[in-house]
């Protein structure tokens, strides 16, 4: 299994990024998967997740500004991140379980990782 994380880059405060994860040998339409971030310094920490059926949920800091969907004939998995704010930089990672029960909040969930796509927001 091998998830390709892309779409990161810089951008300023206010804009927009989009950020894609394709998978190779898994099936999406099957499983949870996530965005997780790590800033510098900091742990770390999911920022969305998306179950086989399509309910999303997001942290509190990301409500409202960033929406996550996938596409299951693509075997991809989107995060689109508006209004962008300088705490958002991080290197964000996606990740798929392949766990039909459990805690999606938990990293332990996730057994599949990306490699990560670095956010770097200019204020």
């Known amino acids: 299994v091998q998830l390709q994380a892309s779409g990161g880059g810089l951008v300023q405060a206010g804009g927009s990024l989009r950020l894609s994860c394709t998978a190779s040998?898994?099936?999406?339409?099957?499983?949870?998967e996530a965005w997780y971030r790590q800033a510098p310094g900091k742990q770390r920490e999911l920022v969305a997740s998306i179950s086989s059926d399509g309910i999303t949920n997001y942290a509190d800091d990301v409500k409202g500004r960033f929406t996550m969907s996938k596409d299951n004939s693509k075997f991809s998995v989107y995060l689109q991140m508006n209004s962008l704010k300088s705490e958002d930089t991080a290197v964000y990672y996606c990740a798929a379980s392949s766990y039909s029960d459990g805690d999606e909040k938990t990293n332990s969930f996730y057994d599949y990782w990306g490699q990560g796509t670095e956010v770097t927001v200019s204020s």
């Open positions: 040998g898994i099936t999406f339409s099957a499983n949870t």
